[in-house]
T-cell receptor, first 111, second 111 residues
Framework: SQTIHQWPATLVQPVGSPLSLECTVE??????LYWYRQAAGRGLQLLFYSVGIGQISSEVPQNLSASRPQDRQFILSSKKLLLSDSGFYLC??????????FGPGTRLTVL | GEDVEQSLFLSVREGDSSVINCTYTDSSSTYLYWYKQEPGAGLQLLTYIFSNMDMKQDQRLTVLLNKKDKHLSLRIADTQTGDSAIYFCAESKSGNTPLVFGKGTRLSVIA
């Protein structure tokens, strides 16, 4: 069966520090992968999605970047964090009916 | 306006039925989905319905789709305290494009 992992689970970082969040998927090949941010426990904001290795689509201009160095690995990065980058970051992959399966999320607090 | 709209809050008594409503705007949407998010967790796929179906039932969950009115609903029978969560409606517009999510309905179950 397929599983999706995210780490770390929680992170507290100072303003101006770098960021690297990792997402990996097991049990499937060539999945579409997604990064979302959720603020204040409500709506989802799509940040990036990828349909293959090295292929990244950015949905909103921001302080973040994404990379897909391997088929089942998706990384979210920042060179310098802002206070507004705080939130709950969710990774997902999509199945045959375009349904998305989400990871457990990373809670990021920027101080 | 928003592509997918949901009411923000719903409160029901334990044992009653809950009905969460959603409207979408794209008549070409192929699949529609319901997700559940518990505090501090990722989104869990509850069910999905193909656009040529009117109804889908899975144990305590019933999904109704009115394609003419672009209205989707999720009925939870015999609502339990464990059903308290945020419920998200989402639509798949075409192929491998990212899902469009509503802002979520917070369901509170009163014992």
């Amino acid at each position: 069966s397929q599983t999706i992992h995210q780490w770390p689970a929680t992170l507290v970082q100072p303003v101006g520090s770098p960021l690297s969040l990792e997402c990996t998927v097991e049990g499937t090949s060539n999945p579409n992968l997604y990064w979302y941010r959720q603020a204040a426990g409500r709506g989802l904001q799509l940040l990036f999605y990828s349909v293959g290795i090295g292929q990244i689509s950015s949905e909103v201009p921001q302080n973040l970047s994404a990379s897909r160095p391997q088929d089942r690995q998706f990384i979210l990065s920042s060179k310098k964090l802002l206070l507004s980058d705080s939130g709950f970051y969710l990774c997902a992959w999509s199945g045959v009916y375009n349904e998305q399966f989400f990871g457990p999320g990373t809670r990021l607090t920027v101080l | 306006g928003e592509d997918v709209e949901q009411s923000l809050f719903l409160s029901v008594r334990e044992g009653d039925s809950s009905v969460i409503n959603c409207t979408y705007t794209d008549s070409s949407s192929t699949y529609l989905y319901w997700y559940k998010q518990e505090p501090g967790a990722g989104l869990q796929l509850l069910t999905y319905i193909f656009s040529n179906m009117d109804m889908k039932q899975d144990q305590r969950l019933t999904v109704l789709l009115n394609k003419k009115d672009k209205h989707l609903s999720l009925r939870i029978a015999d609502t339990q305290t464990g059903d308290s969560a945020i419920y998200f409606c989402a639509e798949s517009k075409s192929g491998n494009t990212p899902l469009v999510f509503g802002k979520g309905t917070r369901l509170s179950v009163i014992a």
